[in-house]
């Protein structure tokens, strides 16, 4: 790389056995010119904007052919800024050379890199719904199922199987399967339907590291999963705090807490929802959802029974001040019937 050549050759020393001359003479003519050849010198390194000074010689060469006078040294810094964070996306052999161009050439050559560099990356495949397609990857939903082939080849998706018929429909008929597209050709699926899953192409949950730059930091799927969490916190749905259950939990597998619906989850008025989604997903059982079934005494008793099949000490406080469901708790743990635990009762502070 010619780059590379420029970090071993650049020395002060050696440019100046080229321009030393030439440079004195310019120097003469420019009433910006500081008075030594050390601090024009100087002066030129600091607009060079690469950490090994790649563009010194070229600044030195213009300076010298008159392009800029030195008082527009600071001009030329951000302008070789912008030239180099584009370089890489010229596809011209000429512009990619800096030495083969003049000042004056490079505001039309930066535009143009900046074109190119902010043209999309993807084609996009017939039967899709494309939501993003830009420099950092594409957002697009599949209409079909040979669509959604298209748009998971090359990974363990079951919406995007080849030797059978997919999962497609399934997941369509409840919920849009968003595929994002990275640059460096990673991808991932987005699901908010019937259930909630966040995978990775090798179909598992999405790694924190993934998950945090995904939902905060991407912009385009960033707006995505803000506006699920929204509804799913907005909605008069009745089935509004099993979604939620259900989205944090579906975070939770890829390492994120939901503090936006913190409140919502350990809400007394959610405990019974929090009682069926324990019910329903048994795996996913965490310490905010039992804190949760824990605010009712009633729920707290179907839990210790349907689900853990033994005791529930968190939810033992609720369940000691209520006389009936403390008789339905402690009837199986003492093995006595209803009836004598009334007269004997473990749960509160009763008269005996």
């Known amino acids: 790389m010619r780059a590379r050549e420029f970090i071993v050759e650049y020395d002060r020393g050696m440019t100046l056995k080229s321009w030393e001359q030439k440079l004195t003479a310019r120097m003469a003519n420019d009433q910006a010119a500081p008075e030594t050849i050390d601090e024009i010198m100087e002066m030129i390194e600091s607009a060079d904007p690469t950490r090994n000074k790649m563009y010194a010689q070229w600044i030195v060469k213009r300076y010298v052919a008159g392009d800029f006078a030195a008082d527009n040294l600071d001009q030329v810094n951000l302008r070789l800024t912008d030239y180099d964070s584009v370089k890489k996306s010229l596809t011209d052999p000429i512009h990619k050379d800096i030495n083969r161009l ?18 999309p990356k993807f084609k996009i495949i017939p039967d899709t719904e494309v939501l993003y397609n830009g420099p950092d990857g594409q957002l697009a939903v599949p209409k079909t199922e040979t669509a959604s082939r298209a748009l998971g080849s090359g990974t363990a998706w079951c919406t995007a199987w080849t030797n059978r018929d997919t999962m497609f429909d399934q997941y369509n008929s409840s919920g849009r399967l968003y595929t994002w597209r990275a640059k460096n050709g990673d991808k991932f699926q987005f699901y908010w339907g019937n259930n909630i899953q966040f995978m990775n192409s090798a179909n598992k949950p999405m790694s924190p590291k993934d998950m945090h730059f995904y939902r905060s930091i991407n912009p385009p799927t960033k707006k995505l999963f803000a506006k699920y969490e929204n509804k799913f916190l907005n909605s008069p749905d009745k089935n509004r705090v099993a979604r939620i259950l259900e989205l944090a939990e579906a975070l939770k597998e890829s390492g994120v807490k939901w503090e936006g619906a913190k409140e919502i989850l350990i809400d007394e008025d959610n405990a019974e929802k929090a009682f069926k989604f ?12 039992e804190a949760t079934i824990a605010k009712s005494a009633k729920w707290s008793v179907m839990y210790a029974k349907r689900v853990l099949k033994r ?34 009762p473990p749960y509160g502070t009763g008269d005996n």
């Open 102 to 119: 003049t000042y004056a050439q490079l505001p039309d050559i930066i535009n143009l890199g900046q074109t190119i560099k902010s043209q």
């Open 311 to 344: 005791e529930f000490p968190v939810g033992e406080d609720i369940i000691s001040g209520s006389a009936e469901d403390a008789c339905n708790y402690y009837a199986d743990a003492f093995n006595l019937p209803c009836v004598t635990l009334r007269l004997f």
């Open 278 to 289: 324990a019910d329903k997903n048994r795996k996913k059982i965490t310490p905010d959802i």
